[in-house]
């Protein structure tokens, strides 16, 4: 029992068998020998019947986080391929860098800041409510996310550190100011090929859906050039629109097919028109979409 009344997001195993994870809101008291994590990125080590928290990073202002229902787990952390970084959002909009072996705890220090960890960067304005969606191309590393009221953003690593500026974003925000979550991406290529690379976004079309079923929209994006949107199941709404979003629910993508779950109780399935594999599904093909229908196993 970690004592945390917020709930994580998700896990992450490593390679060791260590678990990753981010909280919600809740207590916090680790950082006087307490056992409450809210709002923090936690490593976890599991025995025959435990799991141990091994180390942990709490931002400075947890306790105003709590305050204003501003959670850091709102959305799942990703551990970067070939190195010690672990990223998380929050719905402050900033984007947390932490060393995974060594978190950095909590500063007790007077700055009012997070200098223990890698970075700290506040490039949303908007709550950013999906998780960081990652692409290495033999043009460098890249981590992309899209908040709501604000643009789908790329940002490049720089050795041990991202970029502050973009190094492209798209030409339209995500709708909305409050708590829609923007757009839950996922990337596909074929493996580091340039030119290959596609942001896919699960996007509101037009309305906030903070506690409303609306309508979703599912894009695609250059990966290298975010300003050139590929394609959108709307731009043929009779034959590919999926109808419900379904918030928090990444695009799923497998042997050139993309899997969109939604809440119009079907799973849509997108396919070129011609032959389909992963090396064929690429910027140059992403206009030429087919949708089919799935039934949702839980409706």
Not at 177 to 190: A, D, K, Q, V
Not at 259 to 267: A, E, K, R
Request: hydrophobic share 35%; aromatic share 12%; proline share 4%.
């Amino acid at each position: 029992d970690i004592g945390v009344t917020g709930v994580q997001r998700v896990l992450f195993r490593s390679e060791n068998g260590d678990l990753y994870l981010s909280t919600a809101n809740g207590d916090f008291n680790a950082n006087t020998g307490g056992s409450e994590y809210g709002n923090s990125f936690l490593r976890l080590h599991p025995g025959m019947d435990s799991l141990t928290v091994t180390d942990y990073f709490t931002p400075y202002n947890q306790a105003f986080l709590n305050a204003i229902d501003g959670d850091l787990g709102v959305d799942a952390p990703v551990l970067i391929p070939n190195s010690n970084m672990l990223i998380g959002g929050s719905k402050q909009g900033i984007i947390y860098v932490v060393d995974r072996t060594n978190f950095g705890k909590y500063n007790t220090s007077e700055c009012n800041c997070d200098n223990q960890i890698i970075q700290s960067l506040q490039v949303f304005n908007g709550q950013m409510q999906g998780s960081v969606a990652y692409w290495e191309s033999n043009a460098g590393e890249y981590i992309y996310g899209w908040t709501a009221n604000d643009y789908l953003k790329a940002f490049k690593k720089n050795g041990n550190a991202f970029d502050t500026n973009p190094t492209s974003q798209s030409t339209f925000k995500a709708l909305g100011i409050g708590e829609i979550p923007g757009g839950i991406l996922s990337i596909s290529s074929n493996g580091n090929t340039d030119g290959t690379g596609i942001v896919w976004g699960n996007v509101p079309l037009s309305a906030d859906s903070n506690l409303v079923n609306i309508v979703g929209v599912l894009r695609a994006f250059d990966a290298t050039d975010l300003s050139k949107e590929l394609w959108n199941s709307n731009q043929n709404s009779n034959r590919d629109a999926f109808g419900s979003f379904a918030k928090f629910n990444a695009p799923i993508i497998v042997n050139g097919k993309v899997y969109q779950p939604t809440f119009s109780g079907q799973v849509s399935v997108y396919g070129l028109l011609t032959s389909t594999s992963v090396d064929t599904l690429t910027p140059n093909s992403a206009g030429t979409f087919l949708k089919q229908n799935y039934p949702n196993p839980a409706s």
